[in-house]
């Protein structure tokens, strides 16, 4: 179950948002300027049910996330939604799995310590007797150039929503 | 003459083996196969293929009723073949090394550049895995130059050459490499998946004695002669495999393929 972030588990100075999550309503998030950087050599596993609650995480995912295997199963997947990511993205990417479609892209997420991590995410259906059961997210380290080029991407994207990007710009 | 009188002489089975087997347990695949028709009851003919291509061919012509394959295989061996995978290897793993000349001004992934010259053999999960772990330096097929080589000593000789900038290992022939060897390359970065892992599958004419097959290899350590095949294969036993592992592999190499 999805709680408000306690700044009891934050570490240094941070910014508070109060992001809208789909089928949850309002979440405080606490997020700070910390990058932690993608774990050479894996491969970061996660599978959701169809409405994108957790089913199945391995040990990288559960590290990285910064909260405990307990705390992720069962739990929305928008746990590691950061207030820096546009919206639009992730309408693209439900768009395209609900079509059956590979998804693919740039992701800033964040940790229950408030710090943030960049990943490449392929998500995927999972079909079973012909019928969508669920979906997996696999994700590996992106180049800093593509990074770049996303925070370019999201800072407009956020400012057509709206909103900006307040995160660091490298 | 008592095991073969109950054998059924008109079918005889292809059993196969994923070509990238270290060239050390070939002949452990053949002690397999006797070891399996003897007792299966079954008559197998054991098939080593020198190519992924020329094995593929054979599983597109149905020549192929039980396969060691390649987690790249599998997709296609199941979604499309009707294969059933039922364990797979304990005490071996996927992994894939990256390595460069010790003495290459490269200190991490990230320094390599584009036309880098990349060395490595046709095992198609390693070369998928390697091309990975080159994406934070922003390569891929389209910006590198790929040298495909017939083994992983060649992949070693490339570098030493100096043909090639980087290579990739499977982990267990990286280890396998003589100290001199080694000594004179550097590794970058290793892959930790453990979800990747090669599988025996049983195909459609096989299908009544899946159970038998699965059941068996469970039990090989127990049976006779069996710890010693299996010691002949370099594995420590078999893992059960079940329909969901499979097709869970099966996507998340889906994942990794996709582009
Ligand atoms: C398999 C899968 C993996 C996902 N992984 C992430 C992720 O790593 N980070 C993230 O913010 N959202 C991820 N999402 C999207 C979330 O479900 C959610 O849509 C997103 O966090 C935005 O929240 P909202 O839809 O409530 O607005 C994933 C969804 C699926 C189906």
């Known amino acids: ?170 | 003459m008592g095991w073969a009188g109950g054998m059924n002489m008109e079918t005889i089975y292809q059993l196969t083996v994923s070509p990238d087997f270290t060239p050390e347990h070939i002949s452990g695949w053949y002690i397999y196969n006797t070891w399996l028709q003897r007792n299966l009851g079954l008559h197998f003919h054991l098939e080593m293929y020198d190519s992924f291509d020329a094995q593929r061919e054979a599983i597109r012509q149905d020549k192929v009723d039980l396969i060691y394959a390649n987690p790249y295989d599998a997709s296609m061996l199941v979604r499309e073949k009707g294969f059933r995978a039922v364990v797979r290897p304990i005490g071996v793993a996927d992994e894939c090394v990256i390595v460069v000349p010790a003495d290459s001004p490269v200190q991490k992934v990230e320094d390599l550049q584009p036309n880098a010259r990349v060395a490595s053999t046709d095992d198609p999960d390693i070369h998928l895995v390697g091309m990975i772990m080159l994406e934070p330096a922003d390569l891929n097929a389209d910006n590198v130059q790929s040298i495909t080589v017939d083994g992983y000593v060649l992949v070693a000789k490339a570098l030493l050459k100096g043909s090639a900038d980087v290579g990739f290992f499977l982990k267990d022939a990286w280890d396998g490499l003589s100290n001199t060897v080694r000594k004179q390359l550097r590794p970058l970065v290793t892959s930790q998946i453990s979800d990747i892992q090669h599988v025996l599958l049983v195909g459609p004419r096989l299908m009544d004695s899946v159970e038998d097959i699965q059941g068996l290899m469970l039990r090989m350590p127990q049976i006779e002669k069996g710890a010693g095949v299996l010691e002949a294969l370099g594995f420590e036993g078999w893992a059960e495999v079940d329909h969901e592992d499979t097709e869970f592999m099966i996507d998340l190499m889906d994942t990794l393929k996709a582009r």
């Open chain 1, 1 to 170: 179950m999805l709680r408000d972030m306690q700044s009891t588990a934050v570490v240094g100075d941070f910014r508070e948002y109060h992001i809208n999550l789909y089928g949850f309503g309002a979440r405080k998030v606490l997020v700070t300027d910390e990058e932690v950087p993608y774990p050479d050599g894996k491969l970061i596993v996660s599978r959701t049910d169809t409405r994108g609650i957790i089913t199945h995480c391995n040990q990288s995912f559960v590290e990285m996330s910064g909260h405990t295997r307990e705390a992720l199963i069962g739990t929305e997947h928008s746990i590691l939604r950061h207030p820096d990511m546009p919206g639009v993205a992730f309408k693209s990417l439900w768009d395209d799995v609900e079509a059956g479609k590979i998804w693919h892209g740039y992701v800033k997420n964040l940790r229950g310590d408030g710090k943030f991590y960049w990943v490449y995410a392929t998500v995927i259906p999972n079909v079973r007797d012909g019928k969508v059961v669920g979906y997996t997210s696999v994700r590996r380290k992106p180049s800093r150039t593509k990074i770049r080029e996303s925070i370019a991407l999201y800072k407009q994207l956020k400012a057509q929503e709206g909103s900006q990007w307040d995160g660091p710009e490298v």
